[in-house]
């Protein structure tokens, strides 16, 4: 029988060669493909697309997490220490409002200051429009700080006190010196604890950063390529010139003689007298009392009393105070630097230094501050 095979296929044409190894790489046929094979095929192709479209899903809720993550540190950054309108209950009552901290824009101070300028701007906005609001004690805990916001809450309370007639005072607790007296000058009478530290009236623009030669010794050269003479002054990668100082110069003078006329008109001083009190130097609170800075000295709960008593108010007093919430958003921006980190920080060579030294204070601002 074998031999009888092998002549077949000896005598077998070329053509049917090829179709027999065509049919050994290939030995099914379309022909031959059975209902249930079909099937197979389909069915691991649905579990393919079935853990494609899953996993598209995951992906699709990781994103939507996130989104909400970050969308609710927003909202919680914006309402953060809002307390709401209705102050008093429905019921008549004194706002006490506290300004603590270094008075800034709200840009430059995060969410755990205690100081947030806007928020203030909007409170008492709140309470010039409260119909049940009877008067306003601000209690004030400061430094002083930026000459542009110490400006700008100045005239919000004189605004509240000119527009409602209701009675405005001030308590000065640790320390109510330069900005944060400021703010203050306009109130119908300033209290203040027997060791508040206050006055610094005046305004500095600074420090001024010069570095032009510690540069040259470090063997690094700063071009600055500019419209004017007198343009960058103050960068710190060249030196003040004469003029430039007198242009600074100029500016203190005018808010300084600005401070000055508001002290006067609100504690009803000659400019000056305000001028030979106002030489930068801080005052006690008696200091204060004797040249007629401040009005009484007291503890907070007798200024209470006394605002009162002596405006007839049978209300009562409401703390608004800003509350710093911790997000989620501020725990993940404010994580500790790692290991790695800190000592990058430190191996920062000298030059490097010196260069993040003169970008700190390349922009020297005009402030209303204690020091």
Known sequence: M????FIKKEGESPEAEETEKAEKKDPVSADQISPDMTEDADSAEK????????????MLVVIILAAAVILTGILQYCLSGFSGTDYGGGDPYVAVLHVEGTIRSSSSASTQDSYQHNWLLSRIGELMRDSQNRGLLVYVNSPGGSVYQSDELYLKLKEYKETTGRPFYVYFAETAASGAYYISADADCICANRNTQTGSIGVYIGPVISAEKLLEKLGIQADIIKSGENKASGSGYEDLTEDQRAIYQSMVDEMYGRFVTI???GRDLSEERVRELG????YTAAQALENGLIDRICTYDEAVRYMSEEEELQCSFVSIQYSPKETLLDKILGMPLSSEEKSGQESASEAESVINLIEEYSSPQPLYMMY
């Open 2 to 5: 074998q031999e009888i095979e």
């Open 47 to 58: 579990r393919r697309s079935s853990g494609r479209k899953k996993r598209n899903r995951w």
């Open 263 to 265: 002290v006067a008109e």
């Open 279 to 282: 030489d930068g130097r801080v």
